[in-house]
């Protein structure tokens, strides 16, 4: 028996194990984000899209999915899930989606049949820095939780049917930096909200009442348009 095969296969099995690591530890995706992640399929019944999220594979590299990287402390968590656009989801937000604890960026948008409120379970969410949810069919309140979550930089939850005020606890959030909730039915005044970090702004067309914080003013008209009182307010700072 000859021997030169031997080396020959080590050095094929040299350059196959580094490969066959790499793909494994690709295989990143948490256990129990992944299960999360299959209760989210199953609520909207795994239907368009989402039925590419095959269990068999590793979920971070499903669409709409992102996942903290291999250089991480903790890879393979999800952060980021950003649905958009003729996914035809047809239902609520789910609840589930908050038992996922390192999500920072929450996106579902153009969805016209996702109905129903924010989650509850979303005041669990410590990490989120962006929310959008605009252009879907939302009800309910803007709840005061959101306040509480003192990461979140980016809001948009425009373009939906939420209802009741602006609460006051969102004047805490210190690192907000856009706010559109415009196209809503709000009512009550316009909350303090941090003018420093924030560059852009929106509550147009609502009913909001009420002055509006002078240190909100800086964002024009345009801003704060299609309101009850306010806009009689604007065109009156306009005018002199
Ligand atoms: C706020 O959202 C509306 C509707 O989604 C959009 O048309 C508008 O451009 C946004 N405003 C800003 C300032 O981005």
């Known amino acids: 028996m000859k021997s030169t095969s031997s080396p020959f296969l080590s050095c094929i099995l040299l350059l196959i194990l580094p490969l066959s690591t790499l793909s494994q ?3 990143n995706c948490n256990a129990h984000d992944k299960a999360i992640l299959l209760k989210v399929k199953a609520h909207f019944g795994g239907v368009g899209l989402l039925s590419d999220w095959d269990p068999k594979d590793d979920c971070c590299d499903w669409d709409f999915i992102g996942c903290t990287g291999e250089e991480s402390p903790n890879p393979g968590r999800v952060t980021a899930l950003t649905i958009s656009g003729g996914t035809g ?10 038992d996922l604890p390192f999500l920072n960026n929450v996106m579902f948008f153009d969805e016209p ?4 409120p924010i ?10 820095r962006v929310l959008t949810l605009n252009s879907n069919s939302l009800t309910g309140p803007i709840p005061a ?5 003192k990461s979140l930089s980016q809001v948009d939850l425009s373009d939906n049917r939420f209802s009741g005020p602006l609460p006051g606890s969102l004047s805490g959030l210190a690192r907000l930096s ?15 909200l941090k003018a420093r970090s924030l560059t852009s702004l929106d509550v147009s067309d609502n009913q909001l009442c009420g002055p509006i914080p002078a240190a909100l003013e800086k964002f024009g008209a345009a801003a704060f348009e299609h309101n009850k009182l306010i806009k009689r307010l604007l065109s009156s700072y306009y005018k002199s």
């Open 25 to 27: 530890s690709d295989l």
């Open 89 to 98: 989801l047809k239902g609520t937000i789910p609840e589930e989606i908050g």
């Open 113 to 116: 049949k996702l109905t129903g």
């Open 119 to 128: 989650p509850q379970s979303f005041s669990k969410l410590t990490n989120l």
């Open 145 to 149: 939780f959101l306040g509480q979550l």
């Open 178 to 192: 856009s706010f559109n909730v415009s196209h809503n039915m709000l009512t009550g005044s316009v909350p303090n």
